[in-house]
């Protein structure tokens, strides 16, 4: 079946660094990755939607140069946690997708900021 | 806001059928209904998707009511590793997840 990897899987860094997270589909070109976040004991939020060399589309209340993300391949999409401080502390999770057919999700990043 | 509405949890004894309902009243016509899993401390995991006729795979069975208006998954045995949070879910724009709390499922021994 479709695999998504993510990494780091785990993360631990001091306030005001920038955190990378990429993730990577290892079997199929993925036409649209998506990237959540989930706070503790609550659902996924979609906080944005990235096609291959095209800007990413932000939901609303997502800071954009907060949260950097690149999709350069079909393959490949990151995120970058800028400047980050302990309310970005979260897990982060990642989907990709084909054109009409299902997401499928990486295992997840948790974002511990101290 | 989901487009779907879940009861929060349910129980489920370990080798019986677990079947998780779904409402999605608001559903129009070319929209798929999916369904993910997510273990603890996991990403969801894709179970199974269906437009309007009833599917099945490995994992799970679902049917969908004639009028499309609600969905039941169905898992034929359930095991311990089966408890997770299931998510019913109607994409938005044709792509976009919203998650809801979905269904709490605990398979009991």
């Known amino acids: 079946g479709a695999v998504v990897s993510q990494h780091p899987s785990w993360v631990i860094c001091k306030s005001g660094t920038s955190v990378k997270i990429e993730c990577r589909s290892l079997d199929f070109q993925a036409t649209t990755m998506f990237w959540y976040r989930q706070f503790p004991k609550q659902s996924l939020m979609l906080m944005a939607t990235s096609n291959e060399g095209s800007k990413a589309t932000y939901e609303q209340g997502v800071e954009k140069d907060k949260f950097l993300i690149n999709h350069a391949s079909l393959t490949l999409s990151t995120l970058t946690v800028t400047s980050a401080h302990p309310e970005d502390s979260s897990f982060y999770i990642c989907s990709a997708s084909r054109t009409g057919q299902p997401q499928h999700f990486g295992d997840g990043t948790r974002l511990s900021i101290l | 806001d989901a487009k779907t509405t879940q009861p929060p949890s349910m129980d489920c004894a370990e080798g019986r059928a677990a079947n998780l309902p779904c409402n999605h009243s608001?559903?129009?016509?070319?929209?798929?209904v999916y369904w993910y899993r997510q273990i603890h401390s996991q990403g969801p995991q894709y179970i199974i998707h269906g437009l309007k006729n009833n599917e099945t795979n490995e994992m799970a069975s679902l049917i969908i009511t004639e009028d499309r208006k609600s969905s039941t998954l169905i898992l034929p045995h359930a095991t311990l590793r089966d408890t997770a949070v299931y998510y019913c879910i109607l994409p938005f724009y044709g792509q976009n997840f919203v998650f809801g709390p979905g269904t709490r499922l605990s398979v009991l021994p």
């Open positions: 608001t559903i129009s016509g070319n929209e798929y």
